[in-house]
């Protein structure tokens, strides 16, 4: 396993209280591999990522167990300098909005030139030509030229592939995408997922995409982790999913997506609010919205069950996970 | 907005690497150069999506007014040299935030005079001999409050000192107080806010409450308590009284600036991408949050030549038989009835001094944010 998650629990301390953030995840992805994390805002999902790359703000951030394995190392016991020199080498971020993740003040041609100095010691003029590489990689036209401009005069599509090139220079083993596609409009968000799934089965990196957009979910992922209240719901093969969701959240997810042939009817929506965070619900963190919820769910928390066949690829975490699967293969 | 050109035509094709793109029209061809092949595998070319190419290539074709024509003399030096386009010629230096402000500073007007104005200041407050002959301290009573003669275009002040050469030789001791204060507040200020903001935590609260109680300082009633105690006739007390109370104003903006900076995502992901403290501090941080302290500073420098001038008057900065802009407004503002040219003139290059620092820092800071370029 190239990365692996385990129990990892991570809190905000703040004024009014103890937020739980992340709550004992677990997930693990392979080199070659893509994992969609999936889950509303608040979710934890962004935060385990913050955590994996090491750059939480603690405080008030704060990670009180768990640990996280790369490449068999535990990274939360490393040093912050020796935690430093994996970042951006080993693995790299690619954030949501490319316009404000990148520096203003430099051109880009710096910023991704940057990437070879920091890591690599090369000379500016060799950054900078190795610079007008990743450009062309990412298909900037004219790279060339375009190496000395500046953010602000890309379109939005540009920019993320600048951030895309930004993540990829040092040829990382791992990328996180936070929600990558979210600014960008339909068409670009489609350009832009390719080309991170293209280059990620060149460079046979593990890819962990962040994403709440289970259409783009559908066409690039292997394997889904949802989340809900900062633990995994359920985590399957993506076409295991689609087909029989083995969570009730996780069928609310499926059900809210607008389709083509559900003309003139009123859009699914999951009741209620996501739970807030200090104050999580006994038992099942779902329970107040799921339509399924019995007793059992307000007092015990549903450890993740292996659904059928028990092979360890898909896990539910909810008591009921069997009669899910057969409500949607009855209905 | 400048009209859409068609892109221009550039075919790299020197060097070892080759490389064939189609400048922004259609879709990008990327083959070789180092690693696997790109747009072989898979799916074929990708930026096929007519549209898109062309928004891509019109954007890439129009750039900004100053970039457009750099873009185009630099496309010809590749032509000219394709042969080393690896190593690169004077065009392939990079190009700094500062050496483009530079660039931006050189066009603008408002920066060339005010510029030439300092400029000028600066030469008559170390050589004032050049334009004026006479001696500032030869005063001849006999001629106090006259008006200006052949020889002596300001005329005489209450003192018989002739003004014209009394303004050139205050410039010196104007320019030094305000340069001198400015440059010490700003970097004293700049730093100590700058690392509070940065790093947070027991010394940022700390330093607030040191700046909180410098500000309850009022400067007037601080400058008479500290500066009646020195003896010494230097401008040097009276620029370290200046530092001394004016850095928590600067400290206050640069931690601000420092932290609105810090929480750009552009810092996150350069931290995310291995950027060390040191790096993010200095690279992605400082250029992005030294444009209001260049504002503040600048605008502080003309306060500081005129708070000289405040002192001096009070009799507690600078004292006679030191020339300055401030001992010549106060000693002349008694007879501004009599004698108003011996107030205006040191008034008035008093003025023009300020305007032109603060026109300067006004042109400093617009060429240093790329957003309005």
């Known amino acids: ?331 | 907005m400048p009209e859409p050109q068609p892109p221009q035509p550039h075919v790299p094709g020197g060097g070892r690497e080759p490389r064939l793109s189609g400048g922004g029209r259609g879709p990008q061809l990327s083959g070789g150069g180092r690693g696997p092949q790109l747009s072989g595998g898979g799916r074929g070319p990708q930026l096929s999506g007519g549209g898109r190419a062309a928004e891509d290539g019109a954007i890439a074709a129009t750039g900004m007014g100053g970039a457009m024509d750099l873009a185009t003399s630099e496309g010809e030096t590749l032509e000219k040299g394709l042969g080393n386009t690896d190593n690169g010629g004077p065009s392939d230096k990079a190009r700094s935030l500062w050496s483009d402000a530079w660039r931006d500073l050189r066009r603008n007007p408002v920066f060339i005079i005010s510029g030439l104005v300092i400029l000028f200041l600066v030469v008559i407050s170390l050589w004032p001999s050049l334009i004026a002959s006479g001696n500032p301290l030869k005063c001849d009573l006999s001629k106090a409050q006259q008006g200006s003669g052949p020889g002596h275009p300001f005329g005489y002040d209450g003192q018989g000192c002739d003004v014209y050469t009394r303004t050139v030789y205050g410039a010196r001791i104007s320019i030094a107080v305000g340069v001198c204060a400015t440059l010490g507040v700003a970097l004293l200020g700049s730093v100590l806010g700058g690392l509070a903001g940065f790093f947070g935590g027991g010394w940022d609260s700390v330093l607030s409450r040191i700046t909180d109680v410098f500000f309850a300082i009022p400067v007037v009633l601080g400058g008479l308590v500290l500066l009646s105690v020195v003896t010494n006739n230097s401008v040097w007390p009276v620029i370290g009284f200046m530092v001394l109370l004016g850095w928590p104003q600067i400290s206050r903006i640069a931690r601000g600036a420092v932290i609105t900076a810090k929480q750009n995502d552009y810092v996150q992901a350069a931290r995310a991408l291995g950027a060390s403290n040191s790096r993010m501090l200095l690279r992605h941080i400082t250029p992005n949050a030294v444009a209001p302290v260049i504002v503040v500073a600048t605008i502080a420098l003309g306060t500081y030549i005129a708070l000289e001038a405040t002192l001096s008057y009070l009799g507690v900065g600078l004292k006679p038989p030191s020339v300055s802009w401030g001992i010549d407004i106060s000693a002349a503002s008694p007879y501004i009835r009599n004698a108003p040219h011996a107030l205006l003139w040191p008034s008035g290059a008093l003025a023009v001094t300020v305007l032109a620092f603060i026109m300067l820092g006004d042109a400093v800071r617009d060429a240093l944010d790329p957003k309005l370029r």
């Open chain 1, 1 to 331: 396993m190239l990365l692996e998650v385990r129990d990892l629990h991570v809190e905000f301390r703040t004024r009014d209280g103890v937020a739980r953030a992340v709550n004992g995840v677990n997930y693990g992805v392979d080199e070659g591999q893509t994992l969609a994390v999936l889950g509303e805002s608040g979710s934890g999902k962004s935060v385990t990522a913050q955590a994996i790359m090491g750059i939480l703000d603690m405080p008030p951030g704060r990670i009180t167990g768990g640990e996280i394995l790369f490449k068999g190392q535990d990274l939360l016991k490393l040093k912050g300098e020796e935690r430093r020199k994996i970042r951006g080498a080993g693995m790299a971020m690619i954030f949501q909005d490319a316009l404000s993740s990148l520096n203003p003040v430099l051109s880009v041609g710096d910023q991704l030139g940057e990437m070879f100095v920091v890591h690599r010691g090369l000379s500016k003029k060799d950054a900078r030509a190795r610079a007008v590489e990743l450009m062309d990689r990412v298909r900037i036209p004219a790279a060339k030229e375009r190496v000395r401009d500046y953010p602000h005069q890309f379109s939005g599509g540009m920019r993320q592939r600048i951030m895309i090139a930004m993540a990829l220079a040092l040829e990382p083993s791992l990328i996180i995408a936070d929600e990558p596609t979210t600014a960008l409009d339909v068409t670009v968000q489609a350009q832009v997922m390719d080309l991170l799934a293209e280059l990620r089965r060149e460079l046979d990196m593990g890819l962990i995409l962040i994403t709440h957009d289970l259409g783009v979910v559908a066409d690039v992922a292997d394997r889904i982790a949802v989340m809900y209240a900062g633990r995994i719901v359920e985590s399957a093969p993506v076409h295991d999913i689609y087909k029989a969701p083995a969570h009730p959240y996780t069928r609310g997810l499926l059900d809210s997506i607008p389709r083509l042939d559900q003309k003139g009817q009123e859009l699914y929506a999951i009741k209620g609010l996501p739970p807030n965070l200090m104050n999580i619900p006994p038992g099942c963190a779902f329970n107040p919205r799921c339509p399924m919820a019995r007793d059992v769910c307000r007092t015990d928390v549903p450890p993740l069950y292996d659904v059928e066949p028990s092979d360890g690829i898909r896990m539910s975490a909810c008591h009921f996970w069997r009669e899910c699967l057969d409500d949607r293969v009855n209905s």
